[in-house]
């Protein structure tokens, strides 16, 4: 699968961002996706994740009542709606296709990654 992310930017604290991810090349509908993001300086880590139908959704706890993932099948493509960003959310964000139809919070699980957007929130 190869994964088009977009819609990253610059924008204050408090501010809202939608990201976006078109894949192409694969089943998409079959296999979960997620979002994971790297901070500068800091590991690559999990922020949301939902299954191949986008019934079951996972979040990292720094974003749970912030984000919302979701997905559209027949556009082959998953969403990251970010609220009320904060600094702390700055990084590039990565979307990834998984292997199974199952969300997962692990990155091992994820064969597919897409380029990466940055997100800079500033104070």
């Known amino acids: 699968v190869q994964l088009q992310a977009s819609g990253g930017g610059s924008v204050q604290a408090g501010g809202s961002l939608r990201l976006s991810c078109e894949a192409s090349?694969?089943?998409?509908?079959?296999?979960?996706m997620g979002w994971f993001r790297q901070a500068p300086g800091k590991e690559r880590a999990f922020v949301a994740a939902v299954n191949s139908n986008g019934g079951t959704t996972y979040y990292a706890g720094s974003v749970k009542g912030r984000f919302a993932i979701s997905r559209d099948n027949a556009r082959n493509t998953v969403y990251l709606q970010m609220n009320n960003l904060t600094p702390g959310d700055t990084a590039v964000y990565f979307c990834a296709a998984s292997t199974i139809a199952v969300a997962t919070t692990t990155s091992s699980e994820y064969a597919d990654w897409g380029q990466g957007t940055l997100v800079t929130v500033s104070s």
């Open positions: 090349g694969g089943a998409f509908s079959s296999v979960a």
